[in-house]
Every structure is written in C-alpha cells, then in structure tokens.
C-alpha cells in the first residue's frame, strides 16, 4: 500500500537556524511523483514542489532545497536560515498508481519559527 | 491565470439547513477534489472528478454529503442536513492528470460553521 510518514508533527526554531522536514513514503510503483505543499496561518495551501521518481537531483530555490532519495525512500525538505514567514504547516505527498491525479498526503509538519 | 475559485469564503448555518458549496476549476485541469480539513482528522479526501465523472467518493462521511459536476468548469458539494460536527475548511483542488506532473492547485477553502 502506498502511505506518507512525517514523523515530525511539530517543529520549533529561532530565526535563522536552518531546519529539515523529513517525509517518507512507500509504494511499489516504479515511476512517481512526489509534492511539497505549504499552509501558512491564511490557511490556503501552496504547491511548492514536485519531483519525479526518475530524477534524484536534489533541487534548490532560494532558501529552500530538497533531498530525495530513493534508497531509503525519504523527500525532504531544508530550510536554509528560517524566517517568521516561514511558520506553517508543510505537507509531503506521493502520486497514487494508476493515472488518477489523486495524491497521497501524509499528516503535515507544524513549523514554528520564532524571531 | 486565475486560480481555483470558491464561494462562499465563510458559511455560518444552522443545524439541520442545506450548505452548498462551490467551485470553479483552473480552466484546462480535467480533474477535480473536495478535502475537508479538520484539526482532528487532519486533511482528507472526500471525492474526486476526472472528466467530470466521479471517480472515487469512499471518503465522503455519509449520505448527508453530495457532490455534483456538471461541467469542466463548475462543482458543488452539498451536506443536507448539516451538523456542528461538519464544521470545517473545505477545499476544492484541481490537476491536469495529462502529460507529466500531477499537482493540485487548491482554492483558498470555505470555512463552515454549523451551530
């Protein structure tokens, strides 16, 4: 069965410190997708990236980067010197099998970033 | 390019009246979602529309609940009655399942309240 883990429900830092947001996932499929969405306090949920099973290049943009890695099925997500701004919850997801557009979301990380 | 649309923002009703809530898909995307998100159950799926057709609705809570989409650019869910404990931020999410990728855009959510 394809699931989702985030083991970190909760996590708090001061300005400035660098954090990682873990997510590990299963499935048996051999070509998917993996997805990072954030939901500030405003409540509206913000895709922030995708990355296909095929390509394990790590990705950068700005302060943020993510590490996947297929050996041990983990896609996580940096935040390099974290801003208030940053506080949210951040939710890691995977694509189902089959060609159905539905996602699997795993439970969500509350980041709380203190000034 | 607009996002996707959804009305109302806020809804306060009575127990035992109909909800109907709205949405309006990114012009092009041939799947749609309705999640509820809650802070005990966290966010879940409820139905999902490809090409209009209702693919899986395992995850709408009981008969009380009704989703309809009768065209590309337009759904509805319907709770009729409504109860205190439906109360919660819906979100309606919309993908292209065609070529790569998969991510949903999301509507910024209505919060239900029913008292």
């Known amino acids: 069965a394809q699931k989702v883990t985030q083991a970190q429900t909760e996590i708090s830092v001061v300005e400035k410190e660098d954090v990682t947001l873990d997510c590990v996932y299963e499935t048996r499929d051999t070509t998917y997708y993996l997805f990072w969405y954030k939901q500030p306090p405003s409540g509206e949920l913000v895709f922030l990236i995708r990355r296909n099973s095929f390509d394990e290049q790590n990705e950068i943009s700005g302060r943020y980067s993510w590490n996947f890695q297929k050996s041990t099925s983990s896609f996580n997500f940096t935040i390099t010197a974290s801003q208030v701004v940053d506080s949210a919850v951040y939710f890691c997801?995977?694509?189902?099998?089959?060609?159905?557009?539905?996602?699997?979301f795993g439970q969500g990380t509350t980041l709380q970033v203190k000034p | 390019d607009a996002g996707v649309i959804q009305s109302p923002r806020h809804e306060v009703t009575e127990m035992g009246q109909e909800v109907t809530l709205r949405c309006k898909p990114i012009s092009g995307h041939n799947s749609l979602f309705w999640y509820r998100q809650t802070m005990m159950r966290g966010l879940e799926l409820l139905i999902y529309?490809?090409?209009?057709?209702?693919?899986?609705d395992s995850g709408m809570p009981e008969d009380r609940f009704s989703a309809k989409m009768p065209n590309a650019s337009f759904s509805t869910l319907k709770i009729q009655p409504s109860e205190p404990r439906d109360s919660a931020v819906y979100f309606c999410?919309?993908?292209?399942?065609?070529?790569?990728?998969?991510?949903?855009?999301f509507g910024p959510g209505t919060r239900l309240t029913v008292t």
């Open positions: 999410a919309s993908s292209s399942v065609t070529g790569t990728g998969y991510e949903q855009y």
């Open positions: 997801a995977l694509s189902e099998s089959g060609n159905t557009g539905k996602l699997i």
């Open positions: 529309f490809n090409n209009n057709v209702p693919i899986d």
